[in-house]
């Protein structure tokens, strides 16, 4: 893409893209701090809306663990774009555009975990 | 005020019924002097013992006890005594939040939610990233809701 090609032509100058929203990396956090708190604050009426059957805690802890997947990130943009989907889903939460399966797709119940031993890899098939 | 007038007839009321004459001469004098929060939780005590008749007379605003840097730092402490990411043990007035307790940025986004609920009021997210010691939340809340010694 254009503005990538820029920034490798321009090596040893200081890189410099467009910025998606935020100019710096503490505008960034602050973004996802107030992601945070909007998700932190839906989550009791997210559980009794959609009529989960978990408790408020473990909404939140599970809130707490999708943002701490991507902790490790430090470009604005790329912590920019991730708060917008965040924004997203919550926007489709709140709104109830989602459903209970939707919601409950976070917790992975139902899924068959990914073997990850050699024994279990060999009997499940060749899946490197 | 309208308060303070109404005060005034009951006091003069009771002036002229008599008993508590002597206190309720000197009473006048003083409110003038106290702020009017202290002033009408004296009065809310007064009216109810003595003169129960003369209560239709008393308008009793809801108000809350008036807050001081004392009740605000133990309630502080206690919302974060019962957080449970927290040591109660090692919590004190100056401990850090990220260097003495070992807690994450978005721990501290929660504990300032906790205090957002507790006192009532929203402390936006650019002033809520500096408080990291209860200290500076117990000097924030003070600075916002105008209290002093």
Known sequence: ?128 | MAARVLQHCVRTLRLSSGPLALRAAVVPAAPLHRALSFYSADRRTRCVNKFPSLDVLCRQYGQLPPLTLESIEERVLYVLKLYDKINPEKLQATSHFMKDLGLDSLDQVEIIMAMEDEFGFEIPDGEAEKLMTPDEIVQYIADKKDIYE
């Open chain 1, 1 to 128: 893409m254009a503005s990538t090609a820029a920034t490798r032509a321009a090596a040893g100058a200081s890189k410099v893209v467009k910025p998606i929203f935020s100019r710096d990396l503490d505008e960034a956090k602050r973004r996802v701090r107030e992601l945070y708190r909007a998700w932190y604050r839906e989550i009791p009426s997210t559980v009794a809306l959609f009529q989960l059957d978990i408790n408020v805690r473990t909404g939140r802890d599970k809130v707490r663990e999708m943002f701490d997947k991507n902790k490790h990130v430090n470009d604005p943009r790329v912590i920019d774009l991730l708060v917008i989907k965040g924004k997203m889903e919550l926007q489709e939460t709140i709104h109830v555009w989602k459903q209970k399966t939707h919601i409950m797709r976070f917790f992975h119940e139902s899924e068959v975990p990914r073997p990850k031993d050699f024994l279990s890899k060999f009997y499940s098939g060749h899946d490197p």
